[in-house]
């Protein structure tokens, strides 16, 4: 698929990924439509674009203001051609330390928010025959300690998708899963920032699982998969080996393997957790306290 002259609808891009894959667009001589829950940052990355780009600050876990700003975007380019589905917010803690209200605000914006950017566009992509992407991570294959309610949001996501392209495929629509690996966006520096447990973890994890990407390279291999209308789309390419021996590392062997590498880091993560008194990054806190107040 050429880009030129397609409109691009992005979830979460105020910032890191969903900014960069929106920028890449552009550079493709696509038109974007941006959503996100930080309207000045949206206002930023629009303005920088220009006449290409156009956004709205909406929330992805309120339907009713997904449809809205699908039906501005549609209105505003003339159509959807093409949807990334990227907003997603992580929490940190097990079962034992993690919040109620952090680990169902994390499923409802990575699994219900999904959902509502999926059921909105689609209308719009089955008239296209576009493409559609999510973002999954890793995450959605790969168990981690500490990480539960991300991992587990994650491989719903990834399921859902699955289920998804089975269902329009007749429609004409092609749809594809995103698996990035650790990537150097704010989501995983807040954490890193808050958390001395989870860096000595990442630097216990064995190749590829330790290796970090750019914002730039993840984007680069989103915007590919969007022109290939490719099924899955891996970063960086690596992480297809992890895909594919998903099998072996959610064996009894591999999880045996993961407890000896990272066992001894969960009671750490749980007093470091417990010291915050929080099972998120203060950016993210300060987000879920906005979406209350509204």
């Not at 949807?83 to 993690?98: C, E, H, K, P, R």
């Not at 991570?137 to 998708?161: L, N, Q």
Request: hydrophobic letters at 45%.
């Amino acid at each position: 698929m050429k880009l030129a002259g397609k409109t691009v609808f992005i979830t979460g891009a105020a910032r890191g990924i969903g900014a960069e894959v929106a920028r890449q667009c552009v550079a493709h001589d696509a038109n974007v439509f941006l959503i996100g829950t930080s309207g000045d940052l949206l206002a930023q990355v629009a303005g920088e674009l220009g006449e290409k780009a156009a956004f709205a600050e909406v929330d992805v876990t309120d339907l009713p203001a997904v449809e809205a700003a699908v039906e501005t975007a549609a209105q505003h380019f003339g159509g959807i051609d093409v949807v990334l589905a990227n907003a997603g917010i992580t929490s940190y803690g097990t079962v034992a330390t993690i919040s109620k209200e952090a680990f169902e605000r994390t499923m409802d914006v990575n699994v219900s928010g999904m959902w509502n950017t999926l059921s909105a566009t689609l209308p719009h992509v089955t008239k296209s025959k576009g493409h559609v992407l999510t973002v999954c991570s890793v995450s959605s294959f790969v168990p981690g300690a500490g990480i539960h309610a991300y991992s587990a949001s994650k491989a719903a996501a990834e399921m859902m998708t699955s289920c998804f392209a089975l269902e329009v495929a007749y429609r004409g629509v092609t749809v594809g899963s995103v698996h990035p690996g650790w990537t150097d966006t704010a989501m995983v520096r807040d954490t890193a920032a808050d958390l001395d447990s989870f860096v000595e973890l990442r630097k216990r994890l064995p190749w590829p699982l330790h290796a970090t990407i750019s914002v730039e390279d993840c984007a680069r291999a989103i915007v590919r998969g969007m022109r290939r209308r490719s099924s899955r789309v891996y970063a960086p390419g690596s992480m297809r080996l992890l895909y594919w021996g998903r099998g072996l590392i959610q064996s009894p062997l591999g999880l045996r393997i993961n407890r000896i590498l990272v066992g001894r880091i969960v009671q750490p993560m749980e007093e470091e957790v417990r010291a915050l008194g929080r099972s998120m990054s203060t950016r993210a806190v300060q987000q879920l306290s906005k979406g209350h107040s509204k």
